[in-house]
């Protein structure tokens, strides 16, 4: 017996030692882990760790200074431009090297790699959407410019100068956990990250279920539902605003629209709530006489944060704000002379085109009445732990077939014919963005503004300007297409060259404004320009609602400070509650209600339209007007066969206001005749009941603190390195756009004048390491709407009770 025991504690010791030491698919093995030489044990740090140092490093020209304040944020001071970005890169990958890697790889399609074949759906929509193809385009674009081919090479030396250091104890946590590690960076994954912001806010579409709304419903009802201007409109650049362009004569309308729905497509959505803020007053509005600049971009809000602060500072360069970790550059920030930010244009850049193949063999196309070559892209996936996996993406001159299936026999086409989609994407262009930002980084006035917005391509951006000369500006700049007015609504087909972009509109025409006399310029993803702008840009954008807010408050401020502006970052004020909370109200029965019914209706009533933590007003009408908006729509656009596009917000608040009667609120699947009253009532009963089932009687549990769980998760989902929930004031559709782990990614405001003041805030920290104290130090002043004074550093040895370290990066 005795034997027994020992054979079989002998037996699980080995099996235990051979699992420790052994992956299973995607699951790392332990031991390496558990380590205490090179395990995550030596990623444990605290505050007081970071201190002086001096290292030496090849490829540098003359030695850098980096001072480090009491967030660890790096303020770097180099004698020239090779070294001041070989530096940027070092010391980004200091801090961000994991998270610089898995958005590259994110972004070339490579997570098979790390991960298992759970990610090949990822990874093969990646390759087929072009993002390999796109970044080796911008990246030419890049090595063609003798100034930025060398930013981007120096950028690259320096992160490959971090890694080369590198030991095995000392990769970044994540490496570990996921067994694997760093690799040699490359210049084409700076181009990456650029792709990767494209299609984050340029790479959706709802072309394919606007298509099938069309066929099921026919044009009118697409007339009245979908109109290509909101009835309520508050566009970025003032309403009659001159145009100082003459107009370039415009593409004439195709004579063809393909209207058939490729079943096995599913294609990234149109995100609400991916939006952001930027607004700036003059000097007439503010106290101290000089133009006050904001921007808070909204973006998906992770451990560690999408941006990294940084100061910059070299012969001809001074520059303080926030920097894509893994790009070169500030991207939103200022120097001692002007402050510029940015937000989304969503203007129509991305298309879909029907493709008709020859045969099977997909080696031609029709276009133009006759069949083309296809160039054929051999995409080899490699799977950790399996064989690698070759996808053969199809080339048109649109670019990429995405989604491939089988047309149905017909009379005239007894075979099956291969169909495709393709897409036509500005993301696929050679484009230099890069340059916009080096060239911001260094502007002294508006005319270099005007300068740098030259080279941006994608994604289009609301580029908000303010300058100590006490000018302001806004332009939606972006290299956006030539087209014919809603060219895109819908797929399009592909064999037709009328449906083909003709050009782009020049830079110089893109819609801008310079010191309007309302004193101030803003904008948040609405409509770029009013109706008098002679080129199409989109056919929607983002609600009117949060710009309204911004505009009603810029409007009534004078004497405005830093604080001023950092309270309307904040506004969690609900305009469509303001809009539609009246009419609502008016239609309930209140003598049909039961007690918890009143009670809320009490509630909801005296409300004051703010989405407040501790308020259950935002909770009930938050619900109330969602479940009004589904029952309206329900019964008719919700298929489970193919995706359709519901109505827009803005086209259901005005039948309920002006329409009460319209036949879209009779659900086909009663037998009654159902208006607006009903749809109301029924949406408010069923709201309330579903507080009480989930929450209890008592309003005290239904505030919007418990009803809206937020949370910054970690940037791969890892459980235990996010934030854990908390409670968020907001919505969405309010100026401070709080939901579904999107928000302010940074909130900045810049006080320009004699001597530039910058004050900032991101939801996380600098680290990227869960261990550092530096991963989250920031959080708790983000929470509480708080903004840091930045420390803007004129010159190296300038005194600084703030400077905690300083590492010297001198020539090896």
Known sequence: MKFFKA????????????????????????????????????????????????????????????????????????????????????????????QMDIQTRSAAGRLCEIVGDKALERDRTARRMGMGYGAENTLKCIMKDSVMSKVINAYTDGINAYIAGLDEKDYPLEFKLMGYKPEP??????AFLLKLMSQTLAGGSDQFAMTNTLQLFGADVIKELFPDRPVRDEPIIPTGTKWNFKPLILPQPSKSFTAQMNAAANPQQKVEGIGSNNWAISGSKSANGYPILANDPHLNLTFPSIWYQIQMSAPGVNVYGVSLPGAPCVVIGFNNKVSWGVTNVDAAVLDWYQIKFRDTKKNEYWYNNRWNKVTKRIEAIVIKGKPTVYDTVLYTHHGPVVYETAAKKTKNAPAYIPVGNALRWIAHDESDEFKTFYLLNRATNYADYRKALQYYSAPAQNFIFADVNKDISITPNGKIPLKYFEQGKYIMDGSDPGNDWKGFIPYTHNPTVKNPPRGFVSSANQFSTDKTYPYYVNWQFAGYERGKRINDRLAAMQRATVDSLRILQLDEYSIVAQDVLPTMLAYLDTTKLDESQLHAYQIVKSWDKHYAVNSAGPSIFDGWWRKFYSMTWNDR????????????????????????????????????????????????????????????????????????PFEVSHLAGLDGFGSGNFATPGTGLTVNALVDGHGPSWRMVVQLGPQVKGYGIIPGGQSGNPGSFYYDDMLATWQAGKLDELLFLTAPREPSKRIKAELKLTVD
Do not use: M
Not at 61 to 83: G, L, Q, Y
Not at 185 to 190: D, G, H, T
């Open 7 to 98: 054979l079989l504690s002998f037996a699980v010791t080995v099996a235990l030692l051979w699992a420790v030491q052994t992956n299973f698919g995607s699951i790392p093995a332990i031991a390496p882990l558990l380590n205490p030489v090179s395990g995550f044990w030596q990623n444990a740090e605290n505050r007081t760790e970071v201190g002086d140092d001096e290292i030496s490093l090849p490829g540098l020209t003359e030695e850098v200074t980096i001072k480090f304040d009491e967030r660890r944020i790096p303020h770097i001071f180099a004698k020239n431009n090779h070294d001041l970005y070989y530096a940027q890169g070092y010391i980004t990958a200091r801090d961000r090297l994991w």
């Open 637 to 708: 656009f919700n298929s489970s066969k193919i995706p359709l596009r519901f109505p827009n917000r803005d086209v259901t608040e005005q039948l309920l206001i002006k329409q009460p009667k319209s036949k879209w609120f009779d659900n086909q699947h009663t037998p009654i005749v159902e208006t607006a009253a009903e749809v109301v009532n029924r949406a408010f009963i069923e709201t309330v009941d579903n507080l009480v089932r989930d929450h209890g009687k008592s309003a005290k549990n239904w505030t919007w603190a418990k009803l809206k």
């Open 185 to 190: 960076w490359k210049p084409i994954n700076c």
